[in-house]
């Protein structure tokens, strides 16, 4: 369990009583729960990996379907730039998880954040929100892929019928075997390792990025070929208007959810102050480039009125004669379910074992397996559960679900940002690189200071006098939670000149 810091002094605890255990704040990052006797997760993961992650977390089947709906109701042409506008919308949010989870390099995602800097209620809050959002929306994704994956083999009722949907009359259910078997698959790639599966998941994706390509290629091909019929109409660019554009970029900004998966996985990152902002940045700006060509050429193709709401890409290339698209558009939307399945099922085992860690679940969930260095309890438990959900329910009424949680948590990493960035600096965690330049200033010219007042500096090293400034008393951590009337009591005046001298060296020669 973490280490936890009331957010007001003692003086004030009376007039708290019982909610003071709500806005109580995490004081020690979970990541360093091994010092008490918890198994770690394994540091695999660098840019690469990441990439992979957000980028197959993030590009969804939904990108094949938001071109028709969007551009027939609310942008027409501009779609090109609704997905532009709700690009840079998410890249906010995106900075926002790249700092904190830089800073505060630990699993659970938003649930953390929320935990070190607002308060133990909301971060409760946050991590049932986004266990209620990658359960409902993995199974979700579950079950949209088999009608997908029936269209490779001939039809929707061609899949074998051990896998294809059954109703059951009694109950007035349809069962899904293939959801749950995928489910079931996509656990135990998780459960081997998360280098295994995030390179499987690598595969995957490159698989629908090549489909988009694809797109992007041929339809260019044809548009040019052909005169881009598309953007040649008398209504203009814009003819739903300039409030059309922006309606449709709230309504293609959920294609960028995804990439939040990227910062729950930081407590594996190799070295999460560089690799996590440039994985983030990375994957998001791969999207936005991938959503916003698609779009230019599919609109240019044919006119936005003419478009087919359900499969607007196929029918696009099946106007100019390539049927046979279809099979690789296909392709490319069961290989982004299945990337965005494995996207929404990753991040939950995280979830649930730093809310184990930290007290708020049983301790059943924190096991981490000692070969695989993944929480497998957890996992297995994620995937029991998504497996059930998509085999018995048809969860699309509950999806809407899914977009609550991701404001939610996206609204609550915001503020926890402001907070890092206006809370007097007591009660704000340091970035691992500033506090260990900061000792290691401090420590260097407390020896200098030893020899010039003729002191033995190993001998007082020994003794613990060359202890860092800044260091907390009994907590070994490495981005700790500074208190500052108690490090102002213990300085002497050439300390405090000694640290203020330190930040003007660490701001003007960073490490």
Known sequence: MGFLVDSQKDGFGSSWGGLKSFVRRKQVDSAHTKRLGHHQL????????????????????????????????????????????????????????????????????????????????????????????????????????????????????????????????????????????LVFVVTGLLCVGIKESTLAQAIVTSANVCAMIFVIVAGGYLGFKTGWAGYELPTGYFPFGVDGMLAGSATVFFAYIGFDSVASTAEEVKNPQRDLPLGIATALSICCGLYMLVSVVIVGLVPYYEMDPDTPISSAFASYGMQWAAYIITVGAVTALCSTLMGSILPQPRILMAMARDGLLPSFFSDVNKRSQVPVKSTVTTGIVAATLSFFMDVSQLAGMVSVGTLLAFTMVAISVLILRYVPPDEVPLPSSLQESIDSVTLRYSRDSQVTSGENPEMSTSTGSSQPLLSKKNVAIDCPIIEKQEAQASLSPLSKIQIIWAWGQFATCPP
Not at 62 to 72: D, E, N, Q, S
Not at 123 to 136: P, V
Not at 146 to 157: E, K, V
């Open 42 to 181: 394994a540091k695999e993961l660098t840019v690469r990996h990441l990439i992979a992650i957000g980028v197959g977390s993030t590009i969804g089947a939904g990108v094949y379907i938001l071109v028709g709906t969007v551009a027939r109701e609310h942008s027409g042409p501009a779609l090109t730039i609704s997905f532009l506008i709700a690009g840079i919308a998410a890249a906010l949010s995106a900075f926002c998880y790249a700092e904190l989870a830089s800073r505060c390099p630990s699993a659970g995602s938003a649930y953390h954040y929320s935990y070190i800097c607002v308060g133990e209620g909301v971060a409760w809050l946050i991590g049932w929100a986004l266990i209620l959002e990658y359960t409902i929306g993995g199974a979700a994704v579950a079950r949209g892929i088999s009608p997908n994956l029936a269209l490779l083999f001939g039809g929707q009722n061609s899949l074998p019928i051990f896998l294809a949907r059954q109703h059951i009359p009694g109950l007035d259910i349809v069962v899904d075997p293939c959801a749950a078997v």
